[in-house]
C-alpha cells in the first residue's frame, strides 16, 4: 500500500466507523441505559434500518481502519508500536464481532414489539413470548457490554504502547504520541475504574471520549501521510 493510501484508509476508515457509532447512539438512545432491555428492544425496532447502517459503516470503516494502521508499522519501529497495533488490531476484531449482536438485538426488536402489543391486549402466548424475548434481548445485551468493555480495554493498551513508541521517536511525532497516550489512558481508566467504581452507562460515555480522540489522531496522521513526499 502506498503511503497517500494508508493516510486515505487510516483517516476515511474511522470517519465511518465513528458516523455510525453516532447513528446508533441516536438511534437506541443517548440516555438509555444498558440494562434498559424493553427500550433497548423499542429502539432498536423502531429505528432498524439506522441500526443496520450504523453496524455496516463501523464494520467496514474499522476493517479500512485497521488496514491502514497495520500499514503505519515502522514509521516508530520497537516492540511497544508492534504490541499497540496488535492490541488495537485485537480490539477491531472484537467490536466488529460485537456488531453482530447488535443486530440481533435489532432482529429481536421487531418481534418484540408485535408481541408487546399482543401482550397488552391480554393475549397469553404473547405474554410468554415477551418474557423470553427479554431475558434471551438481556444475555445478549450484557454480552455485548463486556466484549465491547474488553475490546476498549485492549484498544486503551494499544493505543497507550503507541503513544509510548510515538514519544520515544522525537519530536516530529511528539503531538502524535501525547494525544495517543491520553486516549489510551481514557480507555484504561474508564474501563477499570469508572465502571466498577461509578456505573458501566458513565464509562460507556466517556468511552465515547475517547473514541472521538482516536478519530482525531488517525485523520490527524493520516493527513500528514497523504501530505508526504
Wanted: proline share 0%; aromatic share 6%.
Amino acid at each position: 500500500m502506498s503511503t497517500r493510501g494508508t493516510g486515505l484508509t487510516l483517516s476515511i476508515g474511522i470517519l465511518a466507523a465513528i458516523v455510525g457509532y453516532i447513528l446508533w447512539q441516536v438511534t437506541v438512545g443517548f440516555n438509555t441505559k444498558a440494562d434498559d432491555i424493553a427500550t433497548i428492544l423499542q429502539n432498536s425496532a423502531s429505528g432498524s434500518t439506522s441500526i443496520q447502517i450504523a453496524l455496516i459503516l463501523i464494520a467496514v470503516g474499522l476493517v479500512v481502519h485497521a488496514a491502514g494502521l497495520i500499514n503505519t508499522r515502522g514509521t516508530a519501529a520497537s516492540t511497544s508500536e508492534t504490541l499497540g497495533i496488535i492490541c488495537i488490531i485485537s480490539a477491531i476484531v472484537m467490536w466488529i464481532a460485537t456488531s453482530g449482536l447488535g443486530a440481533a438485538l435489532a432482529e429481536m426488536g421487531e418481534k418484540y414489539v408485535a408481541a408487546s402489543a399482543g401482550a397488552a391486549a391480554g393475549d397469553a402466548a404473547s405474554v410468554a413470548a415477551v418474557g423470553g424475548m427479554q431475558i434471551a434481548a438481556g444475555f445478549i445485551q450484557a454480552t455485548s457490554v463486556a466484549s465491547g468493555n474488553i475490546g476498549a480495554l485492549l484498544a486503551g493498551i494499544g493505543w497507550l504502547f503507541i503513544g509510548i513508541a510515538y514519544l520515544k521517536k522525537g519530536a516530529p511525532l511528539a503531538l502524535l504520541g501525547w494525544l495517543a497516550v491520553v486516549q489510551g489512558l481514557i480507555l484504561i481508566v474508564s474501563i477499570l475504574i469508572i465502571s466498577t467504581a461509578v456505573s458501566v452507562d458513565t464509562a460507556q460515555q466517556i468511552n465515547g471520549i475517547g473514541f472521538l480522540l482516536i478519530t482525531v489522531w488517525s485523520v490527524m496522521r493520516g493527513v500528514q501521510l497523504i501530505n508526504s513526499k
